[in-house]
């Protein structure tokens, strides 16, 4: 099970970060990685972390994003910087054996947090 959190409303160019806590399953060997769902749009690739920490992010968010994990506490967390409009989406985690761009390969998926961002 995942639970993400820290989603909410913020003025074009602020700041969040998501958190999503694994329960029931091994975290320290799972890949995490967070995607996002816009109205009308495909669930998109977002950022992701390996089990080996290695990162990656999808091109609009290099450069103005952070994903980290703390395995003793279970956690994935998603720092985004200088936010934008179209940024605004529910923003999901999940949980594979490694990181992919595509959706269908993760086991596991948060219920999702709404982040909003507008003036």
């Known amino acids: 099970q995942l639970q993400a959190s820290g989603g909410g409303s913020v003025q074009p160019g602020g700041s969040l970060t998501l958190s999503c806590v694994a329960s029931?399953?091994?975290?320290?060997?799972?890949?995490m990685a967070w995607f996002r769902r816009a109205p009308g749009q495909e669930r998109e690739f977002v950022s992701g972390?390996?089990?080996?920490?290695?990162?990656y992010y999808a091109d609009s968010f290099l450069g103005r994003s952070t994903i980290s994990r703390d395995n003793p506490k279970n956690t994935v967390y998603l720092q985004m910087n200088r936010l934008k409009p179209e940024d605004s989406a529910v923003y999901y985690c999940?949980?594979?054996?490694?990181?992919?761009?595509?959706?269908?390969?993760?086991?596991?998926w948060g219920q999702g947090t709404q982040v909003t961002v507008s003036s």
């Open positions: 972390i390996s089990d080996a920490y290695k990162t």
């Open positions: 999940a949980a594979a054996p490694k990181v992919w761009v595509g959706a269908s390969p993760y086991e596991y």
């Open positions: 029931g399953l091994a975290f320290n060997t799972y890949a």
